[in-house]
Nanobody, 118 residues
Framework: QVHLVESGGGLVQAGGSLRLSCAASGSIFSINVMGWYRQAPGKQRELVASSSSSRNTIYADFVKGRFTISRDNANDAVYLQMNGLKPEDTAVYYC????????????WGQGTQVTVSS
């Protein structure tokens, strides 16, 4: 069983930066995808960025050039550096780990609030 804990959210002015961290307890299967999703009030949860164990990285169009995902495989951690934040980036950000076995095991963190003021 994998337990994920996020940290690093908060309130920031437009144009500012935040760095989100996600630490996993429990061993993660070697073939995996670690990522960040977000959910704004009244909207569906959406992918922000993901990074696979095979080093494939995906970014949503709305964060390209502003956000950077990185991972620390030795410590089962994933980070999201967010620069140039905009008010529309305001959301609860969730860490996600997908273990790619014969089936996919999906784990979620509890979420961390990011609020960007204009």
């Amino acid at each position: 069983q994998v337990h994920l804990v996020e940290s690093g959210g908060g309130l920031v002015q437009a144009g500012g930066s935040l760095r989100l961290s996600c630490a996993a307890s429990g061993s993660i299967f070697s073939i995996n995808v670690m990522g960040w999703y977000r959910q704004a009030p009244g909207k569906q949860r959406e992918l922000v960025a993901s990074s696979s164990s095979s080093r494939n990285t995906i970014y949503a169009d709305f964060v390209k050039g502003r956000f950077t995902i990185s991972r620390d495989n030795a410590n089962d951690a994933v980070y999201l550096q967010m620069n140039g934040l905009k008010p529309e980036d305001t959301a609860v950000y969730y860490c996600n780990v997908k273990e790619i076995r014969t089936t996919i095991r999906d784990y979620w963190g509890q979420g961390t609030q990011v609020t960007v003021s204009s």
